[in-house]
């Protein structure tokens, strides 16, 4: 499987703007999962963002807290979401980026954690509570495992830290498109147009969009002010987890390919 960084190199040769959807690992079930995986790597995802269940996920709005609940209820641990990845990956075209936080990794061990993540399959990491003081210590012994780890710009940051987050980001960058927690909204807020070409002006590096993107349009008005990729996490996450697996599977595959259409050029 190509890294992160290969996969929005390939897509800025195409000029095309990268669709990343999230789903959480073993909601409703682990095998559903595995096939979600694989429904959305062949209805246009360009990279996908698997989330392990946590019982404080701080920045999770209600839609994945409740999904991170059941499947923690289910007995669903980093283990099992890494078995699944293991199964599914040399499948994917699509790079899988694991979404967790960082007390378990510490809890676990640095060097252990990326160990066995990147023997799963696991090609980027994206830690919403890792501060940007500590990322050296996750960053450095990352890139020996082949694992990009992706930092967050929240939309009150500073310019300097801005500039600092954007320069030891690996893969891409993470912008937070409005403070707060993820969750669908009604649109996008402006400031987000702002953020980016102050990024811009600052890093050549790939710009993701996510928190709150949650239709087509809102995908596309991102991809029209600049940002690389539009990540969609709650829309998704609703989507698998309403009626049956089956029914969940196929509204997740025709949300996908809605999305990525509407972020194709014209």
């Known amino acids: 499987m190509i890294s992160v960084s290969q996969r929005f190199e390939a897509l800025r040769e195409r000029a095309q703007c990268a669709l990343i959807p999230f789903i959480t690992a ?9 096939e979600a995986l694989r429904v959305l790597d062949r209805s246009g995802a360009d990279l996908i963002e698997l989330g392990v269940p946590y019982s404080d996920p701080l920045a999770d709005g209600p839609v994945i807290q409740a999904a991170a609940t059941r ?11 890494l078995e699944v990845v293991r199964q599914v ?31 799963a399959g696991v090609k980027g990491l994206v830690v919403p509570d890792l501060p940007l003081e500590e990322a050296e210590s996750l960053l450095h ?47 996008v807020q402006a400031r987000v147009k702002d953020l980016l070409i102050e990024l811009q002006t600052v890093t050549d590096k790939p710009i993701g969009v996510g928190f709150g993107i949650s239709q087509p349009e809102h995908a596309r008005q991102v991809m029209d002010w600049g940002a ?29 390919r809605s999305l990525k259409a509407a972020i194709l050029p014209t």
């Open 26 to 34: 073993g909601d409703p079930d682990l095998e559903t999962t595995a």
């Open 89 to 119: 990956s040399p499948e994917l075209r699509s790079p899988i980026i694991l979404f967790t936080y960082y007390n378990p990794i510490l809890n676990r061990g640095i060097d252990s954690f990326l160990r066995q993540i990147s023997e």
């Open 141 to 187: 012994p990352a890139s020996h495992y082949g694992i990009e780890v992706t930092l967050l710009i929240a939309p009150t940051s500073p310019a300097e830290r801005i500039a600092a987050i954007a320069q030891q980001s690996q893969g891409f960058i993470y912008l937070v498109s409005t403070t707060g927690v993820t969750g669908m909204r009604a649109q």
């Open 71 to 81: 499947a923690l209820q289910r007995g669903v641990r980093l283990a099992n979401a």
């Open 228 to 256: 690389d990729a539009a990540i969609v996490g709650s829309a998704f996450v609703k989507r698998l987890a309403d009626g049956t697996p089956a029914q969940g599977l196929g509204a997740i595959a025709d949300f996908c």
